[in-house]
């Protein structure tokens, strides 16, 4: 299942649970696929800062990943 489908899922599930309410299973289906969510959400944003780089004002690139360690 893509993440995307996953998304369309966990806004069905929301909206059925609004609605009329969801049963045990869709319950456990709804907080797994929420935490497969968050957990993608932070690996990519991870990847994301580990990537960046910030431009002193004296001309230096410091890597906030390597500062943050000293």
Do not use: C, W
């Amino acid at each position: 299942m893509t993440m995307d489908e996953k998304i369309a899922r966990i806004n069905e599930l929301y909206h059925k649970a609004k609605n009329e309410g969801l049963t045990d299973a869709e319950k456990e289906e709804q907080k797994s696929l929420r935490a497969d969510y968050v957990r993608s959400f932070r690996e990519n944003l991870r990847a994301t800062l580990d990537n960046v780089s910030i431009l002193e004002p004296d001309g230096r690139v410091t890597n906030p990943k390597r500062s943050l360690k000293n």
